[in-house]
């Protein structure tokens, strides 16, 4: 099973999010999960993205078992309102997200977001009936 290590989450969101983690695909072994100001995301969507904005979650993938995923809680909060949903609920869709990407998923081309957008629906109904 993969090992996660949260820094910056209340407890409540670590606790949602954590019903992910079952479900994560077998070659993660390790993957850290930051939450970050809007600002700190947007220097690091600078850095590594080339884009002068911030966004909700980032992955970077170190190898076929090891990532790190940073969430702006102030986007997921602004997000969680637009979508009518909780910020625990948010919490836990951005974190599918990270994961699909540190799977290996993308959504570059239709047919790669339709099989990633399955893989994150399949996994977050699973969360709702555990």
């Not at 850290?32 to 911030?54: C, F, G, I, P, W």
């Not at 009518?84 to 540190?102: D, K, P, Y």
């Not at 998923?105 to 977050?124: C, G, I, N, Y």
Request: charged content about 25%; glycine content about 2%.
């Amino acid at each position: 099973m993969v090992k996660v290590e949260w820094s910056g989450f209340s407890k409540a969101l670590q606790l949602a999010m954590k019903k992910v983690v079952p479900f994560t695909p077998k070659q993660l072994r390790r993957i850290t999960v930051a939450a970050v100001s809007d600002a700190e995301m947007k220097v690091l969507n600078q850095q590594y993205r080339k884009k002068n904005k911030t966004t909700d979650v980032l992955t970077f993938v170190y190898d076929a078992h090891n990532a790190d995923i940073y969430m702006s809680l102030a986007v997921a909060k602004r997000q969680a309102k637009e979508r009518n949903v909780t910020l625990m609920q948010e919490c836990q869709r951005l974190f599918v997200h990270g994961i699909s990407h540190a799977a290996g998923m993308d959504h570059h081309t239709p047919s790669d977001f339709e099989a990633m957008r399955k893989f994150e629906f399949e996994v977050l109904i699973q969360c709702v009936t555990v």
